[in-house]
């Protein structure tokens, strides 16, 4: 099992950035993906970016160009960049593990994209 903690959101203007973290309660060099979804009110969860223990990266069209997911195997930890921000990047940001089979999420951190 593993515990998943977001931090870092927040207010920002448009075109601004923010560095969401997740950090996790155990080392995170057995987990195999590590990822950043989001949900916006009245959506569904959707992917944001991912890497793998390998160092795979995949970004959501609309993340490409503008985020960049980081792996922190040494201190358990998962960052997510954000530059560029749009007022559709708006929505709870959630950390996720795939850890054999099974996902685990933590409680996820709200970012708002407002002027």
């Known amino acids: 099992q593993v515990q998943l903690v977001e931090s870092g959101g927040g207010l920002v203007q448009p075109g601004g950035s923010l560095r969401l973290s997740c950090a996790a309660s155990r080392s995170i060099f057995s987990i195999s993906t590590m990822g950043w979804y989001r949900q916006a009110p009245g959506k569904q969860r959707e992917l944001v970016a991912s890497?793998?223990?390998?160092?795979?990266?995949t970004y959501a069209d609309s993340s490409k160009g503008r985020f960049t997911i980081s792996r922190d195997s040494a201190n358990s930890m998962v960052n997510l960049q954000m530059n560029s921000l749009k007022p559709e990047d708006t929505a709870v940001y959630y950390c996720?593990?795939?850890?054999?089979?099974?996902?685990?999420w933590g409680k996820g951190t709200l970012v708002t994209v407002s002027s």
């Open positions: 890497i793998t223990r390998g160092g795979s990266l």
């Open positions: 996720n593990a795939k850890l054999g089979l099974r996902d685990y």
